[in-house]
């Protein structure tokens, strides 16, 4: 079976041999594309979109779905495709070369993109289909798509006076280079760090596998002892097991003030920061709007920012106590058992995991021998079997680097849709974890494609001829990335503009993804997905018994972390603003800090020290994103707490929540739909009602009792 059904291309899109991005007919070419490729593929599809809308736009005959959007679509998806490959190299590959690739085109592709969205005589032909006979004889998803389009112009300046639109264009050519230069300031200052031990006594209570990955880190730098560096892999098990507290001060210190003027000024993520904010408010001002938050929630499923406001003040309100409750018990069992009297912040993980031991009589290192990555991908692939009835099977495909993996997804033995799946961290990538689209599922008159997505996370790899081990937080993470991937993947709308993750509001877009990670706490899935890495022995049922019973370890501590981030995030955009003026001068890095004070002094309970530099790695903000969106996380998570009960209620009484007649209706009412329709339609199709913050609550543990 083919990985694309394509009977044959558009003459303008005709496979260029010399070139592998401007083929189009199969998979992306890994093997063969090189930085060289990017300049010309790019520049030919531009100007080929370019071409198109003159064409279109000159035409006097009256728009028509099948004479303008869809050639539009089509165009548009080429050039999105080709630089969804850069942008991805870019991102997993960070190598000079393409580095350079990347960024030489990168204000190319924001002004033409800019263009687009302020091409007034695009906008009048898109508002004319909008408004002429055909638009009633479209379908709601078509319709629902024309809608989105005459928004988003508006949202790209397309109604400006003629003499504001090359400055809003400059803004957004100027934001997309900064957000790239914030991303790369922060690799290059997380892997400029690193602490060389070489003494065997300062390696106390790290690990034995942290131990190895460290060692072999030193042997591929040609040096003796241990290389601990600020990637996860290697600084997490520093901060929650090493004994060496001078250590992991030092390791905190230096994760803290990444890309700050605390570090090499080359690499100060500050001025961007401030250039960004500017930036966004000059946006909002000239589009009507009072700040960047306001523009940002146009398309999204919040009304407004007093609205999410609101809600993250009740759920802070409601967490506080837990947190507070947490944190005194953190402190006594750390002066009274570690001798530490004052708990600081590079103690909090140490002194946390010690009191998780003690109290529930297991480890964090002990769960992970029992989650080596192959069952763990067994298990993982088992659940989605088991819900939704697809195969998972391996494939072969060009890749970008030979520790990529590659699967298909089949249904009654017809293809649905392949990933990629790059599990282990490496230093030419960036951190944290992520699912992309490659290639979305649509249908047109040249024929179809199935979806492809990237499964990208930050794991440790193999050492020393031993599978690699997740803890349980990355087991989550990965079943997080996997439920972004369905949602993609598992699509069955052939519109491109609403196919699978594109068109969802993104206060939504997150709940199929946190809805996965609830099985990661289900005893028949955890039987199904561990063996010890030694023994081969499953999860034993009194260690699973101690894992739920921590299951809510700290949550009220990590539920206002979360709202800390997300309250800054919405009220940096919403009420520091730089003047209205053009060209207004940075915000200060100073007012942002300020800021960021007087939302921990709400939310938080332990408050960083004075030189701590959060906001210069807040990636998800200012280089993502999620500007004034990180708050969906929680938004989301009632969303996926409550479409969860649902499975807890089929599955009452019979052993296993993995119920494929839910399955089946959250695949159709939710995953299938994608953009297609209001995501609050699709979760009460699904739900049969509104949904509700109290499964998120009692999912927390953060119940009080009656």
């Not at 030489?104 to 993109?113: D, G, K, N």
């Not at 680097?401 to 599990?423: C, Q, S």
């Not at 972004?484 to 068109?503: K, N, P, Y």
């Amino acid at each position: 079976m083919h990985d694309s059904a394509t009977p044959h291309l558009p003459s303008s899109a005709t496979p260029d041999p010399a070139n592998p991005l401007l083929d189009f007919s199969a998979l992306p070419r890994f093997g063969d594309i090189r930085p060289a490729h990017v300049e010309p593929a790019v520049r030919s599809l531009i100007d080929e979109n370019r071409t198109l809308i003159e064409r279109l736009t000159a035409d006097p005959a009256p728009p028509s779905w099948d004479g303008f959007v869809g050639p539009m679509d089509e165009a548009g998806e080429r050039l999105s495709r080709a630089w969804g490959v850069v942008g991805h190299l870019h991102s997993v590959l960070d190598v000079p070369e393409w580095r350079e690739a990347y960024n030489a085109m990168l204000p190319e592709v924001s002004r033409f993109y800019a263009e687009v969205g302020q091409n007034l005589a695009l906008f009048r032909k898109y508002k004319a289909l909008h408004d002429g006979p055909e638009f009633a004889t479209l379908s709601p998803v078509r319709q629902r798509i024309l809608e989105h389009a005459l928004r988003d112009f508006r949202l790209s300046g397309a109604e400006l006076p003629d003499a504001q639109k090359p400055r809003f264009q400059a803004i957004q050519e100027e934001q997309s280079q900064l957000a790239a230069k914030f991303s790369e300031n922060l690799l290059d200052a997380t892997n400029a760090h690193a602490e060389w031990i070489t003494d065997e006594a300062g390696l106390a209570g790290i690990p034995e596998d942290a131990r190895e990955a460290a060692r072999a880190a030193a042997e591929a730098d040609g040096r003796e002892g241990w290389k601990f560096t600020l990637q996860m892999p290697a600084y997490l098990p520093v901060m929650q097991y090493a004994d060496d507290r001078a250590l992991r001060a030092r390791m905190y210190r230096a994760y803290a003030t990444r890309a700050s003027e605390l570090g090499a000024p080359e690499l100060d993520n500050g001025p961007l920061i401030g250039r960004i904010l500017a930036l966004r408010d000059e946006e909002a001002r000239m589009l009507g709007y009072r700040n960047f938050a306001e523009v940002s929630l146009v398309p999204k499923m919040a009304d407004s920012p007093a609205q999410v406001l609101a809600f993250l003040h009740e759920l802070a309100a409601r967490a506080k106590p837990f947190a507070e409750q947490d944190l005194e018990e953190l402190k006594a069992f750390a002066r009274a058992e570690l001798g530490l009297d004052t708990l600081e912040p590079w103690d909090l993980a140490y002194a946390s995991e010690k009191l998780r031991e003690q109290r529930y009589a297991y480890s964090d290192q002990e769960v992970k021998q029992y989650f080596p990555e192959p069952k763990v991908l067994d298990g993982l692939f088992g659940v989605i079997r088991a819900l939704y009835r697809v195969d998972i099977l391996p494939d072969e495909a060009p890749k970008w680097d030979p520790d990529v993996r590659f699967f298909r997804i089949e249904k009654d033995a017809e293809l649905v849709g392949h990933f990629y799946l790059d599990l282990h961290a490496r230093s030419t990538k960036r951190g944290g974890a992520w699912m992309d689209s490659a290639r979305s599922r649509h249908r047109d008159v040249w024929g179809s494609d199935t979806p492809l997505a990237y499964l990208v996370c930050n794991f440790p790899g193999p050492v020393n001829g031993k599978p690699a081990t997740f803890t349980h937080d990355d087991v989550l993470t990965l079943f997080h990335e996997c439920g972004h991937g369905l949602h993609h993947l598992l699509t069955q709308v052939d519109e491109l503009a609403v196919s699978g993750i594109h068109g969802v509001e993104w206060d939504a877009v997150e709940l199929p993804s946190q809805f996965m990670e609830n099985f990661c706490w289900e005893w028949d899935v955890l039987q199904g997905m561990t063996a010890h890495v030694d023994s081969g022995e499953p999860l034993p049922r009194a260690l699973y018994d101690k894992m739920i019973a921590a299951k809510n370890f700290q949550s009220g501590m990590q539920t206002v972390r979360q709202l800390e981030f997300s309250m800054f995030d919405l009220r940096l955009h919403s009420e520091v603003d730089a003047g209205a003026e053009a060209g207004a001068g940075p915000v200060p890095i100073e007012r942002v800090m300020a800021l960021l004070d007087e939302v921990r002094r709400e939310v938080a309970v332990l408050i960083p020290p004075a030189w701590h530099r959060f906001p210069h790695s807040f990636s998800h903000i200012f280089a993502g994103g999620y500007a004034a969106g990180y708050y969906s996380y929680k938004w989301a998570e009632v969303l996926s707490a409550d479409a969860f009960e649902a499975f807890e209620e089929a599955g009452a009484g019979k052993g296993s929540l993995l119920d494929a007649e839910t399955g089946a209706r959250f695949w159709r009412e939710i995953l299938a739909v994608g953009g297609s329709r209001p995501a609050l339609e699709s979760f009460t199709a699904f739900r049969g009602r509104e949904p509700r913050v109290d499964a998120l609550l009692r999912h927390n543990g953060m119940v009080t009792p009656a």
